[in-house]
């Protein structure tokens, strides 16, 4: 099969499309024909050599797709013929992949292949972390205070989203006018400009749950920013990882910090997630709550266009690799 | 009635035994004639500044006592006359105490009110963040691997019998070998000398759960010796409050850090853990799982002993003061 690798590991951009052997399902595993591979953050942090795949998973990039079921000899799950999306764990940038069955999911009602194939690790994400870590599910989460930073990006537009549908309050940061007008229609009501704000000044006290991608950067002021009680969830460290704390206010607050990474979870984690995700977060694209934007679609031979589009931060939304038709 | 009163706010052995008005119940709050107060580290916080009680609440030290009801107009809880054991925001060491009627549990069947002036407080801490805030309850904690450090303290000896009671692993730090076989005794099967052992060497990547209460000093180590999905929960912080922070293992491994007051939690939360309690722990004591050391028992007017007693690091179990008889 093609696939995207890597030619120089000291260079991100060289990332060229070559012929490799095909993948060879594992126990538990189908293997998907992939129609479209999502571009995430995670994707350019591995081409840097930050954030290698784990141990037994593939070494081609990707961390998600949507294709065509072309095998399953697992017993269970979708059948020969069926269109999935699907989280991996790594080789979505590639015409073939072996997914474990349980990290598989029917496209969400009212989405084409292509556009699942960006969606699958946002909602995940955003539903692992929100939904089953801090608790805001239906019935729970109606008027809690959520601060999600990096509102316009990938995992933060899907999340502003999401929450709304689900009644929180929502406030974001961002870094212009326009990412915070455009979080604003995602149902933001809280908008904080980053580069001229300082988002802990602007909410002290405030937060029932921050989504916090910036680490170390943030740390102090994330924990300002909380309510009693309040949950700061922690799934990047954009901002680095080496911070000082001060313990003292985490007491009388009772307040939690929570790190997560949705890759380094065991199958059958990544299987009650994508479960409980279909359950919970699929019927709220179906009915148009969450809307997925597609930001740009690249030829899979222009991984490092894209990856180069992404690092600019010009993007609002997902970017995705066309792989077959 | 009388009261202990601290004559020199500079003087943290300043404490005398003086007349002092009586308490007046507020909105539902019932008057408890004290029995048994208990002598809690959090007291000698408040004798030296350090640990003001909460707006509203007596400013006479004393977090538990156990009592009989004298009046209760609140048309629901124990009817006067009845024996209680009571959890205070304070006023414990004095005559009379006022206390929201969900904060009074009868006694553990069993225990004297002599016994149960000392048991409440120690009871609440391990239970709401063991079995409430760390989900290990009759049912889910089988098999856990819990670190207790201070095993032999207060909070530390009744968590330790809680958790074996619950079916958990017990790992503790004590600081001699004398108290670490006292922990052996009430059902630790992980003995480490905080004073010759370092225990994130001993337990690196062990613990499913750690109750801290060292704060800043054992931060690191905690985070070491958490086992992936591990939740450090901090409830002192006698080893100070700043420290650095490395967030880089919480994301891959899934940690949680979670920090706690009772004392600070408004009155419903309160009666939501003692009510709680007295439905998974009472039945515990009762049935002779978890026994209830007292060390020693002081005269109310000897509050200044008790707490150099306390002080002195020599005492294995609960120190209580006699009020009335
Ligand atoms: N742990 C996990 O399981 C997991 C899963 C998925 C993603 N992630 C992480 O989550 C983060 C977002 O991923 P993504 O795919 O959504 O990436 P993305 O679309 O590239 O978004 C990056 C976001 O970071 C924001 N940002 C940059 N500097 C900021 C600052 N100082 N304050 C607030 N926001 C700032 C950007 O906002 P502007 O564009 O407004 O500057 C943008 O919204 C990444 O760090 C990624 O590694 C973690
Ligand atoms: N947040 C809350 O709601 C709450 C409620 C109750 C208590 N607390 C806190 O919990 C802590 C214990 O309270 P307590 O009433 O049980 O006090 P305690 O009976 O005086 O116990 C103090 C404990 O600290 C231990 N210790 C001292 N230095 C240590 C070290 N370097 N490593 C490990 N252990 C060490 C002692 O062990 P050795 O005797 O072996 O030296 C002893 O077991 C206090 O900090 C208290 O303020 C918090």
Redesign the interface.
């Known amino acids: 099969m093609k696939a995207i690798t890597q030619k120089d590991l000291n260079d991100p951009t060289s990332l060229v499309l070559e012929d490799v052997a095909d993948p060879v399902p594992g126990e538990g595993e189908i293997l998907v024909k992939v129609h479209t591979a999502g571009v995430n953050r995670g994707d350019l942090l591995q081409a840097r050599g930050h954030y290698p795949p784990p141990p037994g998973a593939s070494e081609i990039i990707g961390m998600e797709c949507s294709g065509t079921v072309v095998a399953n000899d697992t017993g269970e799950g979708p059948a020969v013929g069926s269109e999935v999306g699907c989280l991996l764990a790594g080789g979505g940038y590639a015409e073939l992949v072996a997914v474990p069955v349980g990290q598989t999911a029917p496209l969400p009602e009212g989405l084409s292949l292509a556009e699942t194939g960006s969606i699958i690790e946002v909602a995940c994400t955003a539903w692992s972390n929100l939904g089953m870590a801090a608790g805001l599910r239906p019935g729970t989460a109606e008027g809690k205070k959520v601060l999600v930073h990096g509102g316009s990006g990938g995992v933060g537009s899907f999340a502003v989203q999401m929450l709304h549908a689900l009644g929180c309050e929502v406030a974001v940061t961002a870094g212009s006018a326009e990412k915070l007008e455009y979080c604003r229609e995602l149902g933001a009501s809280k908008l904080i400009n980053y580069r001229e704000q300082d988002f802990a000044e602007e909410l002290k006290g405030w937060a029932d749950v921050i989504l916090d991608i910036m680490?170390?950067k943030y740390?102090k002021g994330n924990i300002r920013a909380l309510a009693p009680d309040g949950q700061l969830v922690?799934?990047g460290?954009q901002g680095g990882?080496?911070?000082?704390?001060?313990?003292?206010p985490?007491?009388?607050?009772?307040?939690?910090?929570?790190?997560?990474?949705l890759r380094?979870?065991p199958v059958e984690g990544k299987a009650e997630i994508v479960a409980d995700a279909v359950e919970n977060v699929w019927p709220l694209i179906a009915d148009g709550s969450i809307t997925h934007r597609v930001h740009e679609t690249f030829p899979l031979a222009e991984a490092a266009q894209a990856h180069a589009a992404l690092d600019s931060g010009e993007v609002t939304g997902k970017l995705a690799l066309r792989v077959t038709d």
């Open positions: 680490g170390a740390l922690i799934i460290m990882t080496k911070a000082e704390i001060n313990l003292a985490l007491l009388p607050k009772r307040l939690s910090i929570h790190g997560t990474t380094a979870r």
